[in-house]
Nanobody
């Protein structure tokens, strides 16, 4: 099974930026559909965005459109989540996930998950 490891989380001020990394092992990440999810304290895990190379599309949750983007570095088998204009309500544990079929923002559709990385937006 594909193994994923997130990194890059931390404390950032409102309006600031962070870039999260999702590094894969055992298999080539380019073959997989990649989703980013987040879970705030006391809330359900929610989809942030999803990207599948064979579709040539990225699907965004409304609350991140215009602020978050995804990119891939195939040479390093890594996917990045660039987060700009961060807000306090973006505070959550962020997870990357992978599957072999179509894009989805539902956590139940993904079987491979990273351990998560904490993002805290506060002054």
């Amino acid at each position: 099974q594909l193994q994923l490891v997130e990194s890059g989380g931390g404390l950032v001020q409102p309006g600031g930026s962070l870039r999260l990394s999702c590094a894969a092992s055992r298999f080539t990440l380019d073959y997989y559909t990649i989703g980013w999810f987040r879970q705030a304290p006391g809330k359900e895990r929610e989809g942030v965005l999803c990207s599948r190379n064979t579709e040539g599309r990225t699907y965004y949750a409304d609350f991140v459109k215009g602020r978050f983007t995804i990119s891939r570095d195939n040479a390093n088998n890594t996917v990045y989540l660039q987060m700009n204009s961060l807000k306090p309500e973006d505070t959550a544990v962020y997870y990357c996930a992978a599957r072999r079929t179509y894009c989805s923002l539902s956590r139940s559709d993904f079987s491979s998950w990273g351990q998560g990385t904490q993002v805290t937006v506060s002054s």
